[in-house]
């Protein structure tokens, strides 16, 4: 049975609660692997098992893997950042002609997969995050895989996962 989004994990903060709620998840279709092309009905299927909210921010880590290749290249839509394949919409563009405008806002911060997110980035994701969180949003945190990257944006903002 497919599980979507994969690796889905809700956390809260160590100290006080937040208005708001973060989760955190593996990219569309990762749970049917991590090299394989993704059919939009795999991508419905993730958007239909996001924790439901009248508006979900999905804030995207996803960027290149190691070899330079766009962690996007999986689906019929691209990152917002590239260049490649201008002919595809972007993922918020997908995902308004699907489930209207409004519904779903994407925020990029595009890093690379296996590799330390940046100081820079980190610092930028942790004052977004924090800031839609305080104003009681429901935040959903992806990189590739669900766990490394996001892990550390969550640790470094200091929440726990939820048990």
């Known amino acids: 049975m497919i599980r979507e989004p994969h690796r889905l994990t809700r956390w809260k903060l160590k100290q006080s609660p937040l208005a708001g709620h973060l989760f955190t998840c593996a990219r569309p279709g990762r749970s049917k692997g991590s090299k394989v092309n993704i059919p939009d009905d795999l991508v419905n299927t993730w ?54 405008s409004g519904r779903y806002r994407v925020l990029e911060y595009p890093t690379i997969d296996l590799q330390q997110v940046p100081s820079e980035t980190l610092s930028q994701v942790s004052a977004t995050v924090l800031s839609l ?16 990257r996001v892990e550390r944006v969550c640790t470094f903002m200091g929440f726990r996962r939820e048990e």
Request: net charge positive; hydrophobic share 30%.
């Open 47 to 100: 958007v239909k098992g996001l924790p439901d909210s009248e508006e979900v921010t999905i804030v995207s880590l996803l960027g290149r893997k190691p070899t330079g290749k766009s962690e996007f290249s999986f689906y019929s839509f691209r990152g917002g950042f590239e260049s490649e394949r201008p002919r595809c919409p972007t993922f918020q563009e997908w995902l308004d002609g699907r489930y209207g």
């Open 133 to 148: 969180i305080r104003q009681g949003r429901t935040v959903v945190l992806m990189d590739s895989g669900g766990f490394s």
